[in-house]
Each structure stands twice: as structure tokens, then as C-alpha cells.
T-cell receptor, first 114, second 111 residues
Framework: NAGVTQTPKFRVLKTGQSMTLLCAQD?????MYWYRQDPGMGLRLIHY???????AKGEVPDGYNVSRLKKQNFLLGLESAAPSQTSVYFC?????????????FGDGTRLSIL | DAKTTQPNSMESNEEEPVHLPCNHS???????IHWYRQLPSQGPEYVIH???SNVNNRMASLAIAEDRKSSTLILHRATLRDAAVYYC????????????FGEGTQLTVNP
């Protein structure tokens, strides 16, 4: 059981380049999330999705776009990477929005913008 | 969002119990108390959650104060693998149902 899988695991970009981070889950979860974690800090929500074809903004959405074309996949895009986007990106999924439902996380994508 | 307060760091010895405290004095009646931990270079891992009653699972126990303004995560016998940052989070049943992470407690386990 793979759970939540993120690709790539590491990436180095130059300022202004674009890229897409892929998150895949095999648990048939409705909800998916993208977080970023900066050194010494907790995770902050970028965007989330409550089901296939839906997306919504989180706490820090500027500079990112997302798509949820298939239920099992949630893509995070950087159109024009900036050094401030250097971070570790985590994807998570959950069954639904209920308060008693945990979120399941991937192992992260470590992204450096030069 | 209701906030939680945790000590920045705690230290324990291997095979001893560990009690990790969390204060959440502004908790609302429908907030669930969740605990996650994050091992080095890994994503957060769900540990346990509760609403009003104490909870036990294979990983840990959660003790919730009667007024729900504080809780304690209990690791019954700490191992070196338990060294991690532990996050206490209040989870609401909202449209996004996001998790709001604070800085957590860095647990060091001494051999």
C-alpha cells in the first residue's frame, strides 16, 4: 500500500523556471492538500481540493497553481519560480472533512530555487 | 482558529514514559484534538486524536482534561525512533478542514 506518493523527491530550479509537483494517492480519498514547510517552522497550507475537479486557496497561495483532474492526483505548479519558494513541499490526503479524520502525508519534495 | 501551546523541546530516556503536554484554552466544543509527529526528513505522521474521552492506540495514549483546555500525549516506552517533532493540532469540521501546524515540541530520546 503506497499511500501518498510525491514526485520528484528533489529538484533544483533557476529563478523564472516553471515546474509541476505531482501527488498521487491510492486510498480513494476525496480531500487533498498541498503544504509547504520552511526551516524550523510548521507546515502552511497552499491549496487544497475537496474532490475531483475542485480546488481552493489555502493560507499561502500566491505564486502557485493547482489542478485535480483525476481523483487520485493533485498537481502543484510553479509558473515562474522565485527564491522565496525554496521549501519542502508536502502533499496530504484525507477521506473527508470530518474533524475525526486524519490526514495522510507524503515524504515531501525538496525544492531549491537559485 | 483556536491555538495550541506546546513546549519547544523535551528530553527523555529510552524505555521510559514520555508525557507531552498541550494547552488549548480557546478550544471550541466541536474541535478534535489531533497529534502528529514528524521524523527527520519525513512528512508528518498521524499519531492519535480525540474529542472528549481518553484514547489509546498502538502508538500512544491521549489524555484529555475534563474541561478540554489541555491534553497530554503519552508514549509509554520511548524508543530512539520516537525522536521527532510532535504537533498538537485542533481540527475543525470545516469546508477545507485544514491542519494548522504550530512549531511543535522537539522530543529528544537519550539512549
Amino acid at each position: 500500500n503506497a499511500g501518498v506518493t510525491q514526485t520528484p523527491k528533489f529538484r533544483v530550479l533557476k529563478t523564472g523556471q516553471s515546474m509541476t509537483l505531482l501527488c498521487a494517492q491510492d486510498m480513494n480519498h476525496e480531500y487533498m492538500y498541498w503544504y509547504r514547510q520552511d526551516p524550523g517552522m510548521g507546515l502552511r497550507l497552499i491549496h487544497y481540493s475537496v474532490g475531483e475537479g475542485t480546488t481552493a486557496k489555502g493560507e499561502v497561495p500566491d505564486g502557485y497553481n493547482v489542478s485535480r483532474l483525476k481523483k487520485q492526483n493533485f498537481l502543484l505548479g510553479l509558473e515562474s519560480a522565485a527564491p522565496s519558494q525554496t521549501s519542502v513541499y508536502f502533499c496530504a490526503s484525507s477521506v473527508d472533512r470530518a474533524g475525526n479524520q486524519p490526514q495522510h502525508f507524503g515524504d515531501g519534495t525538496r525544492l531549491s530555487i537559485l | 482558529d483556536a491555538k495550541t501551546t506546546q513546549p519547544n523541546s523535551m528530553e527523555s530516556n529510552e524505555e521510559e514514559p514520555v508525557h507531552l503536554p498541550c494547552n488549548h484554552s480557546t478550544i471550541s466544543g466541536t474541535d478534535y484534538i489531533h497529534w502528529y509527529r514528524q521524523l527527520p526528513s519525513q512528512g508528518p505522521e498521524y499519531v492519535i486524536h480525540g474529542l472528549t474521552s481518553n484514547v489509546n492506540n498502538r502508538m500512544a495514549s491521549l489524555a484529555i482534561a475534563e474541561d478540554r483546555k489541555s491534553s497530554t500525549l503519552i508514549l509509554h516506552r520511548a524508543t530512539l525512533r520516537d525522536a521527532a517533532v510532535y504537533y498538537c493540532i485542533l481540527k475543525k469540521e470545516t469546508s477545507g478542514s485544514r491542519l494548522t501546524f504550530g512549531e511543535g515540541t522537539q522530543l529528544t530520546v537519550n539512549p
